[in-house]
Nanobody, 116 residues
Framework: QVQFVESGGGLVEVGGSLRLSCAVS????????MGWYRRAPGQAREFLAR????????YYERPIKGRFTISRDNTKNTVYLQMNDLRPEDTAVYYC?????????WGQGTQVTVSS
């Protein structure tokens, strides 16, 4: 079955950086656009960014544009999210999935906490 395993989260101070990774299995990775999502405490999960299956055409939602960078390695079935200039409002559990998402296949996510 499809699996998404996120890693790389942690506790970081305001202005710091983290790089998230997501290992994908159970699907033909190169055939899918990939996305990053997050769920902040008490809020619904939100879409953040997508990258085309060929690694091009990145798209970012406004809250993260200019600070986060999505990338992928099709030889490793892995998608990344480089997060810079982190802010307290970035505190959330971060998930990867296809775009649009495979609704029954969400992983555990990785917790990012930004302290002020």
């Amino acid at each position: 079955q499809v699996q998404f395993v996120e890693s790389g989260g942690g506790l970081v101070e305001v202005g710091g950086s983290l790089r998230l990774s997501c290992a994908v299995s159970g699907l033909t990775f190169i055939r899918h656009n990939m996305g990053w999502y997050r769920r902040a405490p008490g809020q619904a999960r939100e879409f953040l960014a997508r990258i085309h299956r060929n690694g091009g055409n990145p798209y970012y939602e406004r809250p993260i544009k200019g600070r986060f960078t999505i990338s992928r390695d099709n030889t490793k079935n892995t998608v990344y999210l480089q997060m810079n200039d982190l802010r307290p409002e970035d505190t959330a559990v971060y998930y990867c999935n296809t775009d649009p998402p495979e609704q029954g296949a969400w992983g555990q996510g990785t917790q990012v906490t930004v302290s002020s």
